[in-house]
């Protein structure tokens, strides 16, 4: 993997992006001993947000964008490990996975796509956009009644993004999104294991909300962006192209 992106990256020497200076990973705890010492020059740049925020709507549109301008551009985001995924949608579909283990199942998802994919990225200067990172999987343990500090722990092999946006959307708006294009909730994301209401449209509400709540408090820990997700699409893609503009522009 590390070596195809290398080759792809001699045909992009003439597109800007390799002037960039080169910076050693920056992890959010202990990180990865024997990657502790690597070199990059890539950009990580994260969209986070709840189902029905438009994270992937987003995410594509930018890609475009990034890429017309001669950038080289990876996608990432949760449950895309080819090791792992398969067994996350088991443990998924078996209701009585305990909160813990699922937490840890998508841990080892994260953990293998940031080996094998998103820091060989790094290395060979590519902008790494990833669809929800760390802080939704530590957002939904949380939630789940597991300690904030356990979370940060579990995810401390994690690098730092060098630019993470959250896109804010009103829980109402929202069922309305999710309902309108799949006409049902999914169970976790209506938080039905929790037990919340027996009602499933009250239990989504109280859910989002305390999803949203979450990241509020993550706004200043792990620098997280917020974005009124309840605009527009084309006036939140430009609130979004002109902050990533901007930041690799600086170098």
Do not use: C
């Amino acid at each position: 993997m590390q070596r195809q992106y290398h080759r792809q990256q001699q045909g992009q020497n003439n597109n800007g992006f390799n002037h960039r200076p080169t910076r050693k990973l920056s992890f959010y705890g202990e990180g990865i001993p024997y990657l502790e010492n690597i070199e990059v020059k890539g950009r990580l740049v994260v969209i986070e947000g709840p189902d029905g925020s438009g994270r992937s709507t987003q995410i594509e549109a930018i890609t475009s964008k990034l890429e017309s301008e001669g950038h080289a551009v990876v996608n990432t985001g949760l449950k895309r490990s080819e090791l792992i995924k398969e067994g996350i949608l088991e443990a998924k579909q078996n209701l009585t996975t305990g909160h813990k283990t699922l937490t840890l199942f998508y841990a080892a998802d994260f953990a293998d796509q940031l080996e094998h994919k998103i820091i060989p990225a790094l290395q060979a200067g590519y902008v790494v956009l990833a669809d929800r990172y760390i802080y939704t999987l530590m957002a939904r343990s949380i939630v789940r009644s597991l300690s904030r500090r356990w979370s940060h722990d579990v995810f401390g092999f994690a690098v730092k993004p060098d630019l993470v946006f959250y896109l804010d959307v009103d829980p109402y708006e929202l069922f309305h999104r999710v309902f309108q294009k799949y006409h049902t909730l999914d169970y976790y994301e209506s938080g039905a294991d929790l037990g919340l209401s027996d009602d499933l449209f009250d239990s989504f509400i109280i859910y989002q909300r305390k999803i949203a709540k979450e990241f509020k408090l993550m706004e200043d820990r792990y620098g997280l962006i917020p974005v009124d997700g309840n605009q527009p699409i084309d006036v939140v893609n430009r609130e979004l192209q002109t902050r990533i503009e901007k930041f690799l522009n600086s170098g």
